[in-house]
Structure formats: C-alpha cells, structure tokens
C-alpha cells in the first residue's frame, strides 16, 4: 500500500510538512515498511509560500519592504522551478505586522505588497500565484498599485497618502506608469472568501473589526470603498463592486483584478494544480488529509474539501486528522471524507494539545492505521 499524506498546517503549532512528517511517523510504527508520500498543502492563507516552496523543490528569497504602518519590514516569498512566483501578501502587509494598540485600517497600506510583486518581476517571475489572507489594511490595494508606478491624485493632482481614510480623496488615475511587465506575467490570486467589496457583508463591515476598526470607522471605510469603486468603474471601465472575493484583504481582491488584470481563485484548487496533486493521487492507495480543526467551514474551500475532491477524481479513500473536531462534519462526509480523527486523547489544556501535537498526531495516526489493519484481518 502507498499512501499519501497532504495536509495544511495546524495553525500557531506545526507547520503542514512537520504534520505530515508526524503522520508518517504513525503509520511507520505500525507498518515500517509502509510507502508514505508526505506533501505539504495550504489555502492561499498563511503558509502557502512556505508550502508550495517545499512541494517544488522552490528557493526562499527575502527582501526589506514597506510594512503596513509604512515602517520597513522582512518579507519572504517564494521562486518556484518553473517561474512561478509565490507570495503572501501578510508578509509585507500583515495584520501580525501591527501591534494591537497601533491597529487601525485607516492607515494601513498594501505598498510593500506592490513592492513584492515587483521583486517577483525582478526575478523573473513569469506567473505569480499570491494568497491574501491576514490582512491589516483596508486600501483597496492603493498602497499595492502606487508602489508598481499607478498614480492615484486628488483634486490638486498630488499623490493620495496612505490608508483607506484617503480614497475618497481620488479624482484622478494614472496607469501611464504602471510597470508594464504586469501586461506580460499572469497573477492568480488564492482567495477563498466571497465577500463583495461593500455592504453588510464587505471588507470592512466583516473584516474591518479585527483590524482594529470601531463601528464608526467600518461605516466610515465602506463608503471610501464605494467612492473608490465608482473611480475604477468611471475611469477604468472595471466594475468590481460585486465580484465575489473583491472583499478579500480590505478590498485587497478588487484592486488587483483593476489595477493588474488578475484572476481571483480558489486557493485550494490554486495550490494543489500548481503543485500537480494529481500526479500523487494517481500513485497512492490512501489518502491522508487534515487541518488544525475540522468543522463545517472546512466544506468552504479548506484543504480537506480540495483534497478530498481531487481524491474522488482517482476513487481514492480519505481519512481526515484533526487537532480538534467542530460540528457539521456531514457535508465532509459527503465530499468522500470517510472519517475524522481528533489527535486529542484525553482531557487537555488547548496549550498543552499545541505544545504537543507532533506526538499526539503521530499516535492518532498509529491509532487508526492499527484499526485499519485490525477491520482488514475481519
């Protein structure tokens, strides 16, 4: 039997390939001679670029960037075999990024993500795949399209600063100097909400909040975005108010698809074509998938659902681990998950489960491979 093992990560514990490493070390207990395929796996969310890297035998590069706060900071991102580059837009515009008593999406920018899109191009990225999840900003990707030479004026022809506070302030887009090998790369972006840009349901009533914003300011901010939509559709021809995912990463999803042309896409499916999964699922007997906790939501786009579906193309069994179970695993159940398994195995402390997970993935995994070769001798 040949199994594989592709999972996400199990969020602030293990990263997807140390999780995958664990359950190899499960299965390995039981039958040590057993064929393991380990490959790492992400949504578009944190630890995509690290994932598709390692899954393609890619290089790391780091560069100083402008951080939200327009303060200097690291950012990673990831140079792939095959002139794919990946990038994570929380690297250089990350709510991570801001102290909690400095977070406010008034001011934050995507300038040092439009700076990593030009670092891709030095490189000579011929296609860039980016996830856009964990955010602090709520520009619309300004700061994004400013630092790749678009020009955003206000009524005295001067330069909009910072922030979503500014974008009502526009009267005027120049693309004249926007850098033209964006003409010639083609940008896939890993987006896996379906927010509109404005509204109830928009960047900034949904994620506004965690981003440090008061009820004023997200009333404030979604009528910027407005503002700023009406600009795209009356200068640009670009109607991106309603595009689902156009309020992703504070509007981060409508500015690239008007400012860059890019195409907004599932991130699950976005990773697992550019690592070719496929080509593992045809090789396997097995396949084993998971997420830190698996419930309802992970139907919506998460690794387990992408995996699964891929698996069901070849007609290949599924078996979930999980560092915890929430409810409604009925639809996973429906998508050919033919069982979750909790690494939890006893009363514990969330601290103690995350310090630990490693361990208890691995036993988990011992726990059900020895159940599996127990059904079989029935």
Same mark, same amino acid.
């Given at each position: 039997?040949?199994?594989?093992?592709?999972?996400?990560?199990?969020?602030?514990?293990?990263?997807? $390939?140390?999780?995958?490493?664990?359950?190899?070390?499960?299965?390995?207990?039981?039958?040590?001679?057993?064929?393991?395929?380990?490959?790492?796996?992400?949504?578009?969310?944190?630890?995509?670029?690290?994932?598709?890297?390692?899954?393609?035998?890619?290089?790391?590069?780091?560069?100083?960037?402008?951080?939200?706060?327009?303060?200097?900071?690291?950012?990673?991102?990831?140079?792939?075999?095959?002139?794919?580059?990946?990038?994570?837009?929380?690297?250089?515009?990350?709510?991570?990024?801001?102290?909690?008593?400095?977070?406010?999406?008034?001011?934050?920018?995507?300038?040092?993500?439009?700076?990593?899109?030009?670092?891709?191009?030095?490189?000579?990225?011929?296609?860039?795949?980016?996830?856009?999840?964990?955010?602090?900003?709520?520009?619309?990707?300004?700061?994004?399209?400013?630092?790749?030479?678009?020009?955003?004026?206000?009524?005295?022809?001067?330069?909009?600063?910072?922030?979503?506070?500014?974008?009502?302030?526009?009267?005027?887009?120049?693309?004249?100097?926007?850098?033209?090998?964006?003409k010639d790369v083609k940008i896939q972006v890993a987006c896996d909400v379906q927010n509109p840009l404005c509204g109830p349901t928009g960047a900034s009533a949904i994620y506004g909040p965690q981003k440090g914003a008061t009820p004023e300011m997200v009333k404030e901010l979604d009528n910027k975005l407005s503002y700023f939509a009406e600009q795209f559709k009356e200068q640009l021809n670009i109607d991106v108010a309603?595009?689902?995912?156009?309020?992703?990463?504070?509007?981060?999803?409508?500015?690239?698809?008007?400012?860059?042309?890019?195409?907004?896409?599932?991130?699950?499916?976005?990773?697992?074509?550019?690592?070719?999964?496929?080509?593992?699922?045809?090789?396997?007997?097995?396949?084993?998938?998971?997420?830190?906790?698996?419930?309802?939501?992970?139907?919506?786009?998460?690794?387990?659902?992408?995996?699964?579906?891929?698996?069901?193309?070849?007609?290949?069994?599924?078996?979930?681990?999980?560092?915890? $179970?929430?409810?409604?695993?009925?639809?996973?159940?429906?998508?050919?998950?033919?069982?979750?398994?909790?690494?939890?195995?006893?009363?514990?402390?969330?601290?103690?489960?995350?310090?630990?997970?490693?361990?208890?993935?691995?036993?988990?995994?011992?726990?059900?491979?020895?159940?599996?070769?127990?059904?079989?001798? $029935?």
């Amino acid at each position: 039997m040949k199994i594989l093992a592709a999972v996400d990560s199990f969020k602030g514990s293990l990263s997807s $390939i140390e999780v995958a490493e664990a359950i190899k070390a499960g299965i390995h207990r039981v039958s040590p001679d057993m064929e393991v395929l380990t490959i790492p796996m992400a949504d578009g969310g944190e630890g995509t670029v690290e994932a598709m890297v390692i899954a393609t035998g890619g290089k790391f590069i780091t560069k100083e960037v402008t951080g939200p706060l327009g303060t200097p900071v690291k950012a990673r991102f990831g140079l792939l075999p095959d002139g794919t580059a990946v990038l994570e837009m929380a690297e250089a515009s990350g709510l991570t990024l801001v102290p909690e008593d400095q977070r406010d999406p008034r001011i934050t920018t995507t300038y040092g993500t439009g700076e990593l899109i030009k670092l891709a191009l030095d490189h000579g990225a011929t296609n860039i795949v980016m996830g856009i999840g964990g955010s602090a900003t709520n520009d619309c990707g300004a700061g994004m399209a400013q630092a790749l030479g678009v020009r955003l004026l206000d009524a005295e022809e001067k330069d909009l600063s910072y922030g979503g506070s500014q974008l009502d302030k526009l009267q005027r887009i120049d693309m004249t100097g926007l850098d033209p090998r964006i003409k010639d790369v083609k940008i896939q972006v890993a987006c896996d909400v379906q927010n509109p840009l404005c509204g109830p349901t928009g960047a900034s009533a949904i994620y506004g909040p965690q981003k440090g914003a008061t009820p004023e300011m997200v009333k404030e901010l979604d009528n910027k975005l407005s503002y700023f939509a009406e600009q795209f559709k009356e200068q640009l021809n670009i109607d991106v108010a309603e595009v689902p995912g156009a309020g992703a990463a504070g509007g981060l999803g409508a500015g690239l698809i008007a400012f860059t042309g890019a195409e907004l896409k599932s991130g699950v499916e976005l990773v697992s074509d550019t690592i070719n999964i496929d080509s593992l699922m045809e090789q396997v007997d097995l396949v084993i998938t998971g997420e830190g906790q698996i419930d309802s939501q992970s139907a919506y786009g998460k690794v387990p659902m992408g995996v699964a579906v891929r698996a069901a193309k070849y007609d290949k069994p599924v078996i979930a681990i999980a560092g915890s $179970i929430g409810t409604g695993l009925e639809k996973l159940y429906e998508l050919g998950i033919g069982s979750v398994v909790t690494i939890v195995n006893g009363p514990t402390s969330l601290k103690d489960a995350m310090e630990n997970a490693a361990n208890l993935t691995a036993d988990a995994t011992e726990r059900t491979f020895r159940l599996l070769r127990t059904a079989k001798n $029935i």
